[in-house]
């Protein structure tokens, strides 16, 4: 098994992607002609984004996330060399500011922000394989 995607539900797939490209200098993957999926490229695996309408005709429900309710339990972690600059340009594109960028005890350097919809977005510098 192995992760193939993560798919974040979101009322507007077209501007989630213009928000990752512009906030974190992502490569839009593909946007279908339908504007209710989109991919970005992330390596590996891919994080994608679809229409929350999308969810119901799956044919369960979900809880929508919104910038003004608490985040989700759980994150987006990108990983990247420059920390702050990083942060600076999620801000300067939108992105909400949570944690400034620090230390980790471990040495790993992370900040905190939410996106546009509302999810937690984590930026780190990589962790060392021992």
């Known amino acids: ?6 798919i974040l539900y979101v009322p507007d797939v077209a501007r989630t ?3 990752y490209e512009q906030a974190f200098g992502l490569t839009r993957r593909f946007l279908h002609e339908s504007g209710s999926y989109g991919e970005m490229e992330t390596g590996a695996s891919a994080l994608a984004f679809a229409a929350e309408d999308l969810a119901g005709s ?4 979900f809880r929508a996330t919104r910038p003004t309710d608490d985040a ?3 994150e987006i972690a ?19 500011a949570l944690s400034e960028p620090r230390t980790k005890p471990w040495g790993q350097e992370v900040a ?6 509302g999810f ?7 962790m060392g394989v021992d």
């Open 17 to 19: 992607l213009a928000f």
């Open 72 to 74: 989700p339990g759980m």
């Open 112 to 117: 905190y922000l939410r996106d546009l919809n």
């Open 120 to 126: 937690l977005v984590e930026l780190c510098t990589p």
């Open 78 to 96: 990108l990983t990247c060399s420059d920390v702050p600059a990083a942060f600076a340009r999620a801000l300067a594109a939108g992105a909400v």
């Open 58 to 61: 799956h044919g369960f429900g």
């Open 1 to 6: 098994m192995q992760l193939g995607y993560v």
